[in-house]
């Protein structure tokens, strides 16, 4: 069975992994998601390498 990962900027997603043994596939989210994560970040003052690079995560194997 394959395991599907979301990538979140705080919590607006911006990429999908699907992982199934050796093989994955990743795609990322429609442009106004990276427009949204920009916007964010430059509101929150996130405009710094490493701030902007901390809030990055991806969720759990489903």
Known sequence: MA???VVYWRDIPAQVIVKKGRQNAKRE???RFTEAIDMCAMRTGA???DDYLADWRKSDPV
């Open 29 to 31: 989210l429609p442009l």
């Open 3 to 5: 395991d599907l990962i």
């Open 47 to 49: 405009g710094g390498t």
